[in-house]
Structure formats: structure tokens, C-alpha cells
């Protein structure tokens, strides 16, 4: 009996044993040179086919070096037979710095329906400069692809991650469900256009924390039909700040909602806790959102709600925005602001903002005392309140 029992535990370990031992994939013996200027695209996707029908789990390992990356590239996560790939990477790998070889593809490196997916440490480097300069140059340009795109994926790491010089969004989650990004850093100078850091549309279950993203445009954004997410730890500045928007540009939209903005900083950015939605009929909405401790340094418009947006007053023919805003909370808000209106609620006269709740807000303009402006906007405010509310 005692010497069956044995056995069994060991054959138990053993399949326990063999079917967790990881296998790793080098790009190196793919035919990987790191020297920055020769394609390594092939020596990734055989790695990476391997890794997909093994039925270990899967290392694919990128030792340090630059690896260029010459056009866009596409892992698919179809039929993979795999119980989770890891990218664990120490080097950089950096796209042509001419802006026309991955300017179109809209997607520099894409994961298309993967499960079980984490990016582990590397860089990832578009060489977006030239692209910024022929789009400030107004001649005509592509548009630029986002640099690192997931697409109808699930269970996504990504950890200590660096993005820099991304030609348009440097991450982007669509269709996704439970992904988690931690201690990312990305950068991108402050006057590159459309250059977000982490752009979330049409996904669940998202968690940020620990990162630190300076870019030309918005901090974090935040699409339709975006749920559950929590974001916790994050710096932001130079760029737009934290937003949930655009929102309500189509008729038939899902809406945002039981979004968490946790102990956040923001340095000279241009808004802090945004949510900005077009002036056009829509069936969208936004409900659920804390924004909680928050500290601004320099911030144009560290609270605001922009529920008309319509840049140029092009395409708004309604003039009001559909999308409903509720039950949003501001809790301990403090810092200063850069403009003497601190708190801005501007919401729309077609569905107005309902249950705001701002506790404990302390912003200063110049250290003189800042305002707030409401319109359309009701709730309640209480605790420490500077600039005294107009809810
Ligand atoms: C990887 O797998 C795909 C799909 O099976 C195939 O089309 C492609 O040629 C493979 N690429 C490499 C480099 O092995
Ligand atoms: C709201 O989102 C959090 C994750 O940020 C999740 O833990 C929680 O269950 C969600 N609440 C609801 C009601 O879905």
C-alpha cells in the first residue's frame, strides 16, 4: 500500500515536473544579429512559432543588442498550443529610422489573439522623430503606426517595459480581457503629436501600476466599451494627462465604466483627471469612475469634464454631446494648477453630469485661491474644498 502511494506522488511530481519545465527559444540561434541593421523579423516569428506549438511553456529569450525590426510585425495567437509564451527580453528593438517603412502599418509590432502572454523588460524603440518633424513640416505624411498593439487577447503581462519615440500610441489593448502592465516607462518628447502612452478601447479587467509615461499626448486614454480597470501608481508629464475620451464620436456606443485612478502624479501636464466627450448625438456613457489621491504640480486643467468637445466646430452638427456621465468621485485632489480655473465641469446641456461627488480638493493657482466652473453639472462636495465647489 505505502510503496503504491509512493509511487503514485512520483509519478504525480514527474507530470507536474515535465509539464511546467519551460523551454527557451534564443532569437541568437534563429539567426538574430544584434547590430541594429539587419532584419531580425524572420529569426522572431520562427521563435515565436515554436514557442506557439509547444506544449511547455515558452521562453522567448532576446539577450542584449539592438534588433532591428524592418517591417511591421505580427505574432498569432490561433491554434497555439502553448500554456503561456514569455518574451523576456534585455535587449532594444528599434525600427528604421526612416518613418515610411512601418508608417502605414499602423501597427509596428501587433499580438493578435494570444492567451497567456507576458513581456518582460526590453525596449522598444520606433525612431518616431522624423515622422513628428514631416508632421509639423505640414507636408503630407502617413499616419504612423502604434508602436506595440494587442489585439482580442487575454491574460497580457507586460513588466518593465520601456517604450520610447513611439510614432503614434505606444501601447495599445483593444479586445482585450485581464492585462496587466507594470513598471513600464515610456517616453516620447513632449511635442510629438498622438503620441499616448497606453491607449485602452473595448477591453476588461485592465490593470496599471507602477509606471512612469512622458509623451505629447495623453498619459492614459481610455476608449469605448472600456470596464473594470484600475490604474495605480502612475507618473504623467509632459503630455495631456489621464483621460477618458474621446468618447461619443458614433451613435451606437458602449459605454466606459468602474474605472479606479489611484495615487497619481502629474507634472506640467495639460489636463489631470479628464473626461472629454464630443458634442455629438450618442448613446454612450461613462459611470463609475473614483479618481483618488492625485497630486498635480503645474496642471493646466487638473480637473476637468470637456462634454463639448468639438475642435474646429467641424463634424458636431447636434452641437451637444449624448454621452451620459455619472456617479463620478474626486477624492483628495491636491496641487497646483497652472490656470486659475482648477475644477471644470462642462458638461453637456443634452445629458448633464449627475452624481459628482468631489471630497477633499485642495488646488492652488499661483498660490492665490483657484475657481471652479460648472455647467450642467450636479452632486455633492464635502470635506477640504479649494476651490469651493459650484456643484
Ligand atoms: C510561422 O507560422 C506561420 C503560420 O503557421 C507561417 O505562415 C510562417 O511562415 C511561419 N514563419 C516562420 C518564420 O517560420
Ligand atoms: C470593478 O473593477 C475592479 C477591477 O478594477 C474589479 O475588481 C471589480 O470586481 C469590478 N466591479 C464590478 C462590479 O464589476
Known amino acids: 500500500m505505502m510503496v503504491i502511494k509512493h509511487i503514485l506522488v512520483l509519478l504525480f511530481l514527474t507530470f507536474?515536473?515535465?509539464?511546467?519545465?519551460k523551454v527557451t527559444?534564443?532569437?541568437l540561434s534563429f539567426g538574430a544579429k544584434p547590430d541594429g541593421i539587419s532584419d531580425t523579423k524572420n529569426a522572431f516569428l520562427k521563435a515565436w512559432n515554436l514557442s506557439c506549438s509547444s506544449t511547455s511553456p515558452a521562453i522567448i529569450y532576446v539577450p542584449a543588442g539592438r534588433y532591428l525590426i524592418a517591417t511591421a510585425l505580427t505574432f498569432y495567437g490561433q491554434g497555439c498550443k502553448s500554456k503561456g509564451i514569455t518574451f523576456?527580453?534585455?535587449g532594444t528593438l528599434v525600427a528604421p529610422s526612416s518613418y515610411n517603412a512601418i508608417g502605414n502599418a499602423q501597427v509596428w509590432i501587433k499580438l493578435y489573439k494570444v492567451n497567456h502572454v507576458t513581456i518582460s523588460g526590453g525596449t522598444l524603440d520606433a525612431q518616431g522623430s522624423s515622422l513628428w518633424a514631416c508632421k509639423s513640416s505640414g507636408k503630407t505624411c502617413p499616419q504612423g503606426s502604434t508602436t506595440l498593439g494587442i489585439y482580442h487577447s487575454s491574460n497580457i503581462v507586460i513588466s518593465k517595459l520601456r517604450s520610447i519615440n513611439s510614432q503614434m500610441f505606444h501601447i495599445l489593448l483593444y479586445g482585450c480581457t485581464n492585462a496587466k502592465i507594470q513598471g513600464v516607462s515610456i517616453v516620447a518628447s513632449?511635442?510629438?503629436?498622438?503620441?499616448?502612452?497606453?491607449h485602452l478601447a473595448s477591453s476588461t479587467g485592465i490593470t496599471i501600476l507602477s509606471s512612469k509615461i512622458s509623451t505629447g499626448d495623453d498619459c492614459i486614454s481610455i476608449g469605448p466599451g472600456?470596464?473594470?480597470?484600475?490604474?495605480?501608481?502612475?507618473v504623467c508629464g509632459p503630455g495631456h494627462g489621464i483621460s477618458i475620451g474621446s468618447l461619443g464620436w458614433t451613435l451606437e456606443e458602449p459605454g466606459v465604466q468602474n474605472i479606479t485612478v489611484k495615487t497619481t502624479t502629474f507634472i506640467?501636464?495639460?489636463?489631470?483627471?479628464?473626461?472629454?466627450?464630443w458634442a455629438r448625438t450618442s448613446n454612450g456613457f461613462v459611470k463609475g469612475v473614483v479618481f483618488q489621491d492625485a497630486t498635480m504640480v503645474n496642471v493646466k486643467f487638473p480637473i476637468i469634464?470637456?462634454?463639448?468637445y468639438c475642435p474646429d466646430n467641424d463634424n458636431c452638427p447636434s452641437q451637444v454631446s449624448g454621452v451620459k456621465i455619472s456617479n463620478v468621485v474626486y477624492e483628495d485632489v491636491h496641487g497646483t494648477s497652472a490656470t486659475?480655473?482648477?475644477?471644470?465641469f462642462d458638461c453637456s446641456k443634452g445629458s448633464p453630469c449627475s452624481g459628482i461627488v468631489l471630497k477633499d480638493v485642495n488646488l492652488n493657482f499661483r498660490g492665490q485661491l483657484a475657481v471652479s466652473s460648472c455647467a450642467n453639472a450636479v452632486g455633492t462636495a464635502s470635506g477640504l474644498l479649494q476651490p469651493t465647489s459650484c456643484l
Open 16 to 21: 507536474r515536473l515535465s509539464s511546467s519545465t
Open 25 to 27: 527559444y534564443n532569437v
Open 88 to 90: 523576456s527580453i534585455t
Open 190 to 198: 513632449g511635442l510629438s503629436p498622438n503620441t499616448d502612452g497606453i
Open 226 to 234: 472600456t470596464s473594470n480597470v484600475w490604474i495605480e501608481k502612475v
Open 268 to 277: 506640467g501636464t495639460q489636463n489631470g483627471l479628464r473626461i472629454k466627450t
Open 305 to 308: 469634464i470637456d462634454g463639448n
Open 340 to 344: 486659475s480655473v482648477a475644477v471644470k
